[in-house]
């Protein structure tokens, strides 16, 4: 476990539901990679992203799926693509990448409490 932080600190991470709405494989990444269009809703928009996530994930399978994002850090060069937000996910026993995700279907854009 890390420190402990204030609750104030963690109400200063944004983390909000979108859709992904097109991947696309990310050869140029130093490791193997997807990158992301996420549909965060009218208010935040459309926002790119890339994911190190290609052992449990395709391209095609990603499209029309929620996942959960941190949408107020600064976007970061990777590559050639500006990630614009950072997906979130847990390291599964094999130490590879689970997404996260709501288990029902929420509007783009809700925040996470």
Same mark, same amino acid.
């Given at each position: $476990?890390?420190?402990?932080? !204030?609750?104030?600190?963690?109400?200063?991470?944004?983390?909000? !539901?979108?859709? &992904?709405?097109?991947?696309?494989? %990310?050869?140029?990444?130093?490791?193997?990679?997807?990158?992301?269009?996420?549909? %965060?809703?009218?208010?935040?928009?459309?926002?790119? *992203? *890339? !994911?190190?996530?290609?052992?449990?994930?395709?391209?095609? *399978?990603?499209?029309?799926?929620?996942? $959960?994002?941190?949408?107020?850090?600064?976007?970061?060069?990777?590559?050639?693509?500006?990630?614009?937000?950072?997906?979130?996910?847990?390291?599964?026993?094999?130490?590879? &990448?689970?997404?996260?995700?709501?288990?029902?279907?929420?509007?783009?854009?809700?925040? $996470?409490?």
């Amino acid at each position: $476990m890390t420190d402990e932080i !204030a609750f104030d600190d963690f109400l200063k991470v944004d983390i909000r !539901a979108g859709t &992904i709405l097109r991947a696309e494989p %990310f050869p140029e990444a130093r490791k193997p990679a997807i990158k992301l269009w996420i549909d %965060f809703g009218p208010e935040i928009g459309e926002k790119k *992203s *890339s !994911a190190q996530i290609t052992t449990h994930y395709t391209p095609e *399978s990603l499209v029309g799926r929620q996942v $959960m994002a941190v949408v107020n850090f600064p976007p970061r060069q990777i590559g050639p693509i500006r990630s614009e937000v950072l997906v979130l996910g847990a390291s599964d026993t094999e130490g590879t &990448i689970v997404l996260i995700a709501p288990d029902r279907e929420v509007p783009n854009g809700a925040r $996470m409490h």
